[in-house]
């Protein structure tokens, strides 16, 4: 007879009835060392969902059992989400924060990329994150442009004082739940527009500090569009380099050899072969016809799955000490 058992994690999800809420709730549903001690909500309190084979019934924050949970992944409103952080952390759970609150370009923590809170890139903070007890999850529209700018960023292919232009477009749960008239379907079908122009999207910060934290010197511009589907990011970007690079596509397949969630393709990527998957899908290539020496590159993430709760579960995994791929979908 051969009996195993995996250790078994109490996870409690603040903001459970959100976008990234319930797609947290679910990916804990199917987790085999996960367990959902409670989901909260704010208007939604008292509602329940159907998750997997069972049913969730929202509390409010107050009335969740903080201390039943090993850790408690907030996917809170930025600006509500770091009071819940605290009292997470003094009722001894672990935290991995999906708000912008704690991560790296603003308040304490400006101008670093892993300072006491480390930022929940698993591809470059692996062991920071493994030993933390707070974690700050990275944006959705920063997972995608990081992961496709860092490794030129740390080799020291970007040429200083270049501006690297991105050019992304976003489903529409990249923004919440929350009832907005401009988000209407028939505000948005069939239509495609700009949004946040001139550098003014939320995500700015953290992408500046932490490619700055990985030996860039260059402007970044970026524009995000909003796109007509429910999930998914495509960002295509454009790199001024230092030199012309022989094989791109050879130089991401080395950053991400032995990654399981960076996909790097020879092809352009499309949002259709990320959904509802834990990956980035990077391409690169040398762009034609210029005078300097220039990168296309794309990334293709799920807003709500690597770029929010599966990123979160990625990292809670390192922070319990289990497997990082655990319960992920590929
Ligand atoms: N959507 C994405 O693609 C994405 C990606 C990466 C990171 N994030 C981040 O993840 C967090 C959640 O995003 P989301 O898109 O899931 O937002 P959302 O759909 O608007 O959900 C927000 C959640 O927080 C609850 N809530 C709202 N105000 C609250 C308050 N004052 N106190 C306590 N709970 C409150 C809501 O409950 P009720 O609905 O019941 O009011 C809901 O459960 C945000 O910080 C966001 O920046 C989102």
């Given amino acids: 007879l051969y009996a195993f058992s995996v250790h078994n994690f109490s996870v409690g999800v603040l903001g459970g009835s959100g976008y990234a809420g319930r797609e947290l709730c679910a990916l804990i549903e199917r987790h085999p060392a996960l367990s959902l001690s409670f989901a909260t909500a ?83 903070h692996r062991d920071a994150i493994a030993g933390a007890s707070v974690v700050a999850n990275p944006g959705c529209y920063a997972t995608a442009v990081l992961l496709a700018l860092v490794p030129l960023a740390s080799r020291g292919l970007i040429a200083p004082g270049a501006t690297v232009s991105v050019s ?11 009832p907005r008239p401009d988000l209407l379907f028939a505000e948005v079908e069939s239509d495609f527009r700009a949004y946040a122009v001139g550098n003014c999207h939320r995500h700015l910060p953290e992408m500046r500090a932490t490619l700055a934290f990985a030996g860039a010197d260059c402007d970044l511009l970026f524009t995000p569009h909003l796109l007509p589907v429910a999930r998914g990011i495509l960002a295509t970007i454009t790199v001024p380099l230092t030199a012309p690079l022989a094989d791109p596509v050879a130089l991401f397949a080395d950053a991400y050899a032995g990654e399981p969630f960076v996909e790097v393709a020879d092809t352009p990527p499309s949002l259709r072969e990320v959904t509802r998957r834990n990956v980035a899908r990077l391409f690169a290539t040398a762009v034609e016809g210029m005078r300097q020496p220039t990168l296309l590159v794309q990334a293709a993430i799920d807003n709500l799955v690597k770029g929010a709760a599966g990123q979160a579960v990625q990292n809670a995994n390192l922070m319990l000490g289990l497997d990082e791929a655990m319960g992920l979908p590929t």
């Fill in 168 to 178: 992304a477009a976003s489903g529409v749960t990249g923004a919440g739940h929350t």
């Fill in 42 to 124: 704010q208007s939604q309190r008292g509602e329940s969902i159907r998750v997997g084979g069972r049913s969730v019934t929202f509390v409010a924050p107050g009335d969740a059992d903080l201390a039943s949970a090993s850790l408690v992944f907030s996917a809170l409103p930025h600006g509500h989400s770091l009071p819940w952080v605290e009292r997470a952390r003094s009722a001894g759970a672990k935290v991995v924060d999906l708000s912008s609150d704690l991560r790296p370009g603003r308040g304490p923590l400006a101008g670093t990329a892993a300072g006491d809170v480390p930022y929940g890139l698993p591809e470059f």
